[in-house]
């Protein structure tokens, strides 16, 4: 079955800190994989997506994605976060067939202490 | 970029009354939009999706007749909660794809906020 699966539910990290989210898929065929934020009391917005290509994928606001196809992984990270990057943030994969679906992980909720 | 908007941002009405939510693209044509119900502290879950012109193609476990979706043109769908009670409260959110489906981005809406009472 296809699933999307983040392990981090809650991180809480301080300015300046590293940060990497996990996301892993299990897709039978070509995936395509997505992530997306959302901050507080807004919509979702895309951070970044990988179809093909270098699996190393750069998005805005200063995060970056790898897609590890050996470990069904696509992880989120950025260098150095910022209290501006509290939000709630999906990994969400869809196949590359004719429907267009996503599934979407369960969410980690990122806060960052000033 | 591109936009999508939804009608309305929130909604309380009673049980048994039909609550119907609109999604527009707003600076593209939309050949497919799906529907998403969110519950709080939770992820999203793919409800249906439609294709302008044709019928929605609902996920399962999800009662065709209870959430009627209309995708009447490339920029609009609409999905009418019918005899809606307090279990269908949730938090509803839009997404529409500009492409062909598979390959193509989402972009979300703002989502509807709807409590039955």
């Known amino acids: 079955a296809q699933s999307v699966s983040q392990h981090n539910h809650h991180v809480i990290l301080s300015e300046a800190a590293s940060l990497e989210l996990g996301c892993n898929y299990s897709?039978?065929?070509?995936?395509?994989l997505f992530w997306y934020v959302q901050y507080p009391g807004q919509h979702l917005q895309l951070l970044l997506k990988?179809?093909?290509?270098?699996?190393l994928v750069k998005g805005i606001k200063g995060f970056e994605a790898e897609f590890i196809k050996s470990k069904f992984s696509f992880n989120l990270r950025k260098p150095s976060v910022q209290w501006s990057d509290t939000a709630e943030y999906f990994c969400?994969?869809?196949?590359?067939?004719?429907?267009?679906?996503?599934?979407f992980g369960q969410g980690t909720t990122l806060q960052v202490k000033p | 970029g591109a936009v999508v908007s939804q009608h309305p941002s929130w909604v309380i009405c009673k049980s048994g009354t039909s609550v119907k939510i609109e999604c527009r693209s707003l600076?593209?044509?939309?050949?497919?939009m799906f529907w998403y119900r969110q519950f709080p502290k939770q992820s999203l879950m793919l409800m249906a999706t439609?294709?302008?012109?044709?019928?929605?193609?609902?996920e399962q476990g999800v009662e065709k007749d209870k959430f009627l979706i209309n995708h009447a043109s490339l920029t609009l769908s609409t999905l009418t909660v019918t005899s809606a009670h307090p279990e269908d409260s949730s938090f509803y959110i839009c997404?529409?794809?500009?492409?062909?489906?598979?390959?193509?981005?989402?972009?979300f809406g703002p989502g509807t906020r709807l409590t039955v009472l």
């Open positions: 600076d593209f044509q939309a050949t497919t």
């Open positions: 439609s294709n302008e012109g044709s019928k929605a193609t609902y």
């Open positions: 997404s529409a794809s500009e492409g062909g489906p598979g390959t193509d981005t989402q972009y």
């Open positions: 897709y039978g065929g070509t995936v395509n």
């Open positions: 969400a994969g869809g196949g590359s067939g004719n429907t267009g679906k996503l599934i």
């Open positions: 990988y179809f093909s290509g270098d699996p």
